[in-house]
């Protein structure tokens, strides 16, 4: 469970309303040891479905979330793909493939 929290909470900074760093996030996700499709899916059917509302309200979150109170909402989240989790990665889909660029980047051969 610990890799997956740390997966949680580097994907949860797609989620707030600040400039996200996609190398920031792209080494911690690569420190879970989760594969890019691993990841995807997390972020899919996870971590969206959860926190995509943030994007969508004016009173959002702006600095961190505190993920203790959300970990059971993750898990459950697994089953169920939301409307507000879909739009929520269009609104995040040119961080998230920077993001993934420069997972991919780390994974090359001589990097």
Do not use: H, K, Y
């Not at 190398?23 to 972020?43: K, N, W, Y």
């Not at 929520?88 to 993934?100: G, H, K, N, P, S």
Request: no cysteine; glycine share 8%; aromatic share 8%.
């Amino acid at each position: 469970m610990p890799r997956r929290r740390a997966a949680w909470r580097a994907l949860s900074a797609l989620f707030l309303d600040t400039e996200v760093d996609p190398a920031d996030v792209a080494v911690q996700l690569r420190a879970t040891g989760f594969s890019l499709p691993e990841l995807r899916q997390i972020l899919r059917a996870e971590v969206a479905p959860v926190l995509g509302g943030n994007l969508l309200s004016a009173a959002g979150v702006w600095d961190a979330f505190d993920l203790s109170g959300l970990e059971d909402r993750f898990r459950a989240g697994r089953a169920r793909p939301t409307l507000t989790g879909a739009l929520a990665l269009r609104v995040i889909r040119a961080d998230w493939q920077a993001v993934e660029a420069r997972f991919r980047a780390e994974q090359a051969p001589g990097s």
